[in-house]
């Protein structure tokens, strides 16, 4: 029997529904207690990102007219 467009509409907003959450719960397994956790018990804490430092001396540098290089 045919079906109205409204209850297929509402019957595949139910099952994306649905597989959104499913995702969304294998995600957090998926990450949970990894990256968040490391950045609570401070495991970043004692690396320095060089990188950063680097390209903040280089605009200074440029700021007062020298060479970055």
Known sequence: M???AKTVAERAEERLEQLAESVRERFDRMTEGRFTDKVKEGRFADQVDHGVDRARADERRKKQ???TS
Request: charged share 15%; hydrophobic share 15%.
């Open 2 to 4: 045919a079906e109205s």
């Open 65 to 67: 007219g020298g060479s």
